[in-house]
Each structure stands twice: as structure tokens, then as C-alpha cells.
């Protein structure tokens, strides 16, 4: 078992290693979440400390002195002097940390729901699998808009904000989860039909313990592929529904906040506080796409 | 053939009664209806009169039916936040937006049609690669992002299209057009490029698929054997045999035109439904959310099921009005 | 001999790989004469069809023509531009694939199918082709044939699609028909009707045939000459009845003693030893020597005699010698 585990990995590590755009867009993706996981060390400023922020410096440009301050700022700052480079390490904190979040959700609740419909079969299935059908019928980003406006209504006016982030998880984790049921529902079916667990049946013995044992392997290499493409359609879910105002509040702003609020300096010329957050979302979506695609191509379960 | 259209028919029943409960549930559980409604002056008998008119003391299945009764009849109650009937507000946005997905649907089909079958056809050159590394890059980018790119190249840099609004439109009694004023035609490029693109570059890269799958089949083979000109080979007998799985994920895009205009029109501000639905998600207002929901499923509905249809009239396997003879 | 309507020479077909390059034909020479059937026999992958995809222009890159030449009615055909090639098919060359479910379009009515054909290559008018569209269905014997013009692909059975095949094949009065493997698809009952269908047309119009099988069976009923190929080479060629009675080459003699037809009497068929091996594999010398029961140490180096049109019949070092 260790030999097979090592000749996987090295396997795997070699067509790593012999795709180049698997490996940028590794370091690409390693940066970005270091970047953002250590934030608070990483950043020149505080952008939500009140007491770092000087109005004077507002509207400064990239790398040149404020005509006020003489302060220097790399990718400039905004309208309340906040530094840019700053507010997008702590916006990506936030996109990350919804993204990872929404998808770890929908991950647990669709192979959960794929056990159960895949193992119990009759009703529990037809039922599950045409929630499924339903859903997939609309584009998620439908779906979530839909349930943060229902789960808003459900919380309390003066902890909207508060709430919001968290709102945005179970939204975006609701709309996500029917891609991991389908497979692991269909893994389970296989395997109900296998031997020892017909056999686990005639000794009297219940089959479900075994069956999660010798079924999470087999799903687990499709799963992880469906995660890491999950987590890039999560992060730019997640800052469409920012950006549309109908995600993460001002307060706590993702990276999706932080464009929604640059655009409108694009007509004044303050072009700086759009355009970095915007690059940097396109490099961490399109980043965790390619190793996604690249994770597929490797593991190759027969996807979609 | 009318078996299947009843069984089709039944099922995009099915699902309209789950939508309509959902819309039904968020319009009674969410918030207090009554709260909504009456605001901060209120009695105990206004509230007692108001649960009787809107039937709250009713068991929940009647509600229920009640709710759908209402909403056949395009009732879906008052806007929390405007204090207008739902559907009259609708009724007033809905022109923009249809004008704006259809053109984009235009846009996108056709391009993606046209692209799709050229990087198909010259896989190997260097405009079909690039074509396709471009779409990658397309899949990528959030439809935001490609709207204020193009606000910034054309209305803020070259400043030659408008980046908000619909321009002049022109009141044919019950709809009002973009369509016959210059500026109302200006304003639709940027929106109407904007919502097309993603659905484009997936319909390119699924013709192609779809397009050399076919081209590998042995009608093609037998077509080129039969000495038939190349243009032929390709669009009489490829492209069409091509349409036929085309056409579901396409019937499909069309409805996501719908609902992903919602990002298109925030972005541009433009006064359609979707911009509402945002400012009722923003807002809590439920009825316009309902029915919003409502309004969503009955075109999605209704697309699918042209899109079933559709396979009878270009695929003549499916026709079982006919006898196979047997010899 | 009577004049050739195909001459193939030294044809050889070549496909480039990675590790090397790949001779699914190999220096084959044959020559067939109006209304002459030619049967091609051989295992999968011994190059039979490969070498009709050659002749028809219709090689899927890769593989491509590295030398050899082509020749029909007089005229070379292997080197032509795509478009005189494709003036060349339908018009002069007609195929019939082995499938009749795949190689009809599922969603254009046979009767268009073959007007298409017949407007390409003959100057006729769009009624006159329609006429004639009938015309060849009731010679393949489809009946009713002007009702079930307007029919589809899938509202015929699978004999009846090969007939239908077959009417495209002849609608444009070629010189030549390549029928690679046309009965393998279909029922063993309508086997028969088909081959003597296309016997009997190809008789009546003179023209040429290279049938392709691998099936003895209807080599012995429908064909005038039979070429054996092995491993992309011709192992025999000549009369149906002398190789079917006096076979030359050890791998043709094994071919026929595991032939039901071929092996009256014995009770048991004998079968040759061992598998053909694949094309990058192929031994030294004579490819068929390591399943060869006659193999002598010439054969472990030397390839052998290479069949020409006119030359021997059999490329074996002893068969030569044996029937010379």
C-alpha cells in the first residue's frame, strides 16, 4: 500500500513538475494565499485601523510621493487615503476565506447527500437527485442571490452586516453542492453492488461503515477536481455578488467590494483603485482554474 | 411524439409548482408579511383585518393555492419598498431586458456558431489556436470585469458609446423600445457585447467539439468519398449533425442570458428586471424577489421546452410517425 | 490481359510516429480490369484497407502516399491536388463502407443524399438527377423506390441501407467500385443478396471491383482474382481458383486450411500458429516467418520476392521457385 501511495505520488509529482502551467499557477496560487493568510503581517497598513489612515493622503498615485504627505505608495490608495496594496491583501483574506469556506460546505453537504441518496436509493434518491435537477436547472449565481436575499430576510436588521459574510458561504455552498452528489452517488452505486458488501449484508453486519471505508478513496480524486474548480467559480461567484452590492458589506470588503467601490472613481481618473483589485481577482480565479484543469488532465475521473 | 410533448409538458408543470412554493414559502416565512406591510403604525385590528384579506388565518395548502391563483393572474402583491403592484412594475422593466438578452442571444449564437465551426474546421492554424487559447481566457474572466473593460476602453477613453442607461427609448403604448432611436441603439453595444461574450465562447467551444466529433463519423467519410465538394462535407452534412446536441446546451445559455443579465445590468445600470431583482435582494422585498423567481422559471421553463421540441423538427429519428420497413 | 482500369504500383503507405515510421503498405502492385472483381483478403490490419483508402485519396493524416503509383484509366491518380482528387471520387472511383448504419447521414432523406451525389458529377438537371435518383434504387432493388425517396436512413433496415449505399456508390457510373468489407455488418442472411447484387451490377456496367473481406466465403462466390496481404505486404496473388485449390504461399495454405470452405472433409480446422504482429514489431526478413512452418534460414534475413503486377505469384522464397 505505502509503494502503491509512493509510485501515485511520484506519478504525480512528475506531470507536475512537466506542466509549466501547472507549476506557474501553483506559485501563483501559493503567493496570492500567503499574501492574504498573512495579511496582517505582510501589509504596510492597517486599512481598517482609523487611526493609521490620514484623509490627506487620499487619491494618491502608484509609487509617487502624496502631494500633501510625501508619503509613498505602491499601488496608491483611495478616496480615504487607505493604501491599495493593502485593502487588497486583506479583500483577498476575505474572497479566500469565503471561497475556501463555501466550497468545504457544499463538499460536505454533496457527499453527504451522495451517500445517502447513492446507498438508501428508492425515494430518499428520486428525491435528492431531483432537488438536484431543479437546481442545476438555473446558474448557480442565480441560486445564490436568491438564498442571500432569503437568508438576509431571516437576519436581524442591525446584524446584516455582521452577518453577511457568513450569509455569502451559505449561499454560495448551497448553490455548489449538486456536482459533488452526482459523483459520489454514482461511486456509491458501484460499489453497493460489489461483493463484501452483499456479503457484509449476509453476516449481518451493517454495510454502511464499510462502504463509507472503501468508497471515500475512490471518490476522493474527483472530489478534490471538483473542489479546485469549485473554488475558482466560488471566489468569482463570490465577488460578483460583492460587487453587485449584494455580498460582502463595505466594512468587510472583498476583493469584489473593493472593485465595486473603484469603479466609481473610473471616470475621474483614479484609475489605480479599480484596476488592482481587478487584476488581482483575475489572477487568483484564473490561477486556481488552470491547476483545477491541470488536476483533472492528471487524476482524470471521467468528469463532465 | 404528442406523448412525449403531454410528458414534457407535465414535468415543466411539476416544476413550476416547486418554484411557485419556494416563491410562496419566501413571500410567508420570510419576515412578517403584516410588519412589512404596515409599517410602524399599526393596531391590533388592522393587523387582525390585513391576516383575514391576505388569508393568513387560512390552513398553509390553501395559502398555497390561493398564491398560485394569484400569481396565474400575474398577482404577486405589492412591493415592500415602492408600494406598487409587483407585476405593473415588472411590466415596465421587462422590455429592456428582453431587448438586451435578445440581442446578446443573437450575438452570441451567431458567433459562436461562426467561431466554432472555423476553429473546427482549421484546428491546426494559428487563428483557430489563438481563438481558442483567447476563449480560455474568456471562460476565466467574470462578466463584471469584461463590462468595465469596455466601459473603460469605449465610453472613458474614447468616449464613443454610453456607459449607463438605455438611451432614448420610444413608448409603443406597451413597450418601450431602444430600438428605433440612434442612442438608444448606442447604448445597447456595450450591455448587449458584455452579456454575450461568456455565453459565446462556450457555444464556440462546444460547436467545435461537437463539430469534430461529427467530422470523424463515417457519413462524413462516405460524403467526402462520394466526391462532394468540401463546403458541402462540411456545412450540409457536418454543420447539421452538429446542431443536434448544440441546441439543448444552447436552448440552456439562452436562459442563463436571462439571469446573468442581472450582472450586465447593474453593471451599465440598466432599468431591467434584473437591476430590480438586486435592489429587492438589497432591500428584502420579497414580492418583487417572488415574482421575480416566478417570472425566471416560466421562461426557463418555456425554453426548454422549445428547445425539446426543436429535436423533432431537425432530427428525423426521433419522428416515430413514420413505418420502418423491413427488408 | 484486358486493359486495366486500376494499376497500382509499388504503393507504399507510410504513417510517422514518434518512435518510427510505420509501412501499413509496403510496395503493393496489382492491376484490375473493367468488370473484373479483385478480392483482397487478410487479417485485420494486414493493410487491406489502407491500401483502398490509398487508391479512393481518402488516407487520414498521418499516413500518406511515400511512394509508389497510382493509375486509373490511364490517368495518375496519386498525386493529384484535393480538388481533382475529389472530381476523381464518386465520379470515377465509387466506395461502399463496411457500415451501412454510420456511413448514411442520419438527417438528410436518402433521396437528397443521392441527387447531391448525381448533380456533382454528371450535367443533368435537378429533375433529371431526381429521376435517375429512382432509377438507381430500383436497381439495387429498394421497392416502391419513388415513394420511399423522401425516406430517412433510420426508416431502412440494415440490408436495405446497404443497398442504398450501394446505389450511391454506382449513381455517378464510376470505373471502379472498393467495397471495403460491405457484408461484415450485416446479417448473415443478407449477406449473400448483397454481394450478388453488386456482382451482378458491376457485371452489367463493366466495372471494376476491389472487394475487400476477410471472409473466404465470399471470396470463393463473388470474385475473378484474389490478392492475399500480410503485414502491409502482398503474400499472393492470382486466379480465385488456383489459389483457392493450389494455394502458393505457406500463409495463403494456412489461411485455407482454416477455412471452413477450404478444408472439405476434415472435421477439425487447423489454425496457423500465433498472432500477425503489429507494424511496429515486424521480424527481419519475411514478416511471416516466425509462424511459418516451412521457414528456412533465408527467410530469417532476406524479406523475399516483392510481388509486381506481372511477376510471380506468391512472395515467398520457395513458392516462387515451387510454382515457376
Redesign the interface.
Known sequence: MTALAQAWRSDFMWSFRHSPVAVVSFFMVLVLVSGAVFAPLVAPHNPFDPASLNLMNGFSQPMQPNAFTGDVFWLGTDDQGRDVFSTILYGMRISLFVGFCAVLFAMVLGVTLGLIAGYSGGMVSTVIMRIAD?QL???A??VA??I???A???TPVHLRDQMAIWVLILAIGLSDWVQFARVVRGATMVEKRKEYVQAAHLNGRKAVGIMIRHILPNVVGPVLVIATISL?LAI?AE??LS????GAPPTQPSLGTL?RIG?GF??SGE?WI?FFP?VT??AL??SV?LLGDWLRDVLNPRLR | MLAFTIRRVFQSFVVLLVVGLVAFSMFRFVGDPIENMLGQERTGADIERLRTQLGLDQPFPVQYLRFLEGAVQGNFGVSYRQGRPVAEIIGERLPATLELAGVSAVLAIFFGLVLGVFTAIRRDGWAANTIMTLSLVGVSLPTFLIGILLIYVFAVELNVLPSFGRGEVIDLGWWRTGFLTESGLKALILPSITLGLYQMTLIMRLVRSEMLEVLRQDYIRFARARGLKEKSVLFRHALKNTLVPVITVTGLQLGAIIAFAIITETVFQWPGVGLLFINAIQFVDIPVMAAYLMLISVLFVAINLVVDLLYFVIDPRLRGDRVTAKG | MAKSVLSVRDLVVEIPTRHAVLRPVDKVSFDIAAGEILGVVGESGAGKSMTGNAVIGLLDRPAHIASGEIWLNGQRVDNLRRDQIRSVRGKEIGMVFQDPLTSLNPLLPIGEQLTETILEHLPVSKQEAEDRAVAALEEVGIPAAAARINSYPHEFSGGMRQRVVIALALCAEPSLVIADEPTTALDVSVQAQIIALLKQLCRERGTAVMLVTHDMGVIAEAVDRVAVMYAGRLAELGPVREVLTRPAHPYTRGLMASTPLASKGHTRLNQIPGAMPPLARLPKGCAFHPRCPEVQDKCLSDPGPTLSGCGGRAACWFATEEVA
Open positions: 431543479v436547472t438555473f446558474p449565481i442565480l442571490m436568491l442571500f436575499g432569503i438576509k430576510g431571516f475558482a468569482i465577488a460578483t460587487f453587485l452590492g449584494v472593485i469603479q473610473l471616470f484609475w479599480l481587478a481577482l483575475l480565479a484564473l482554474n
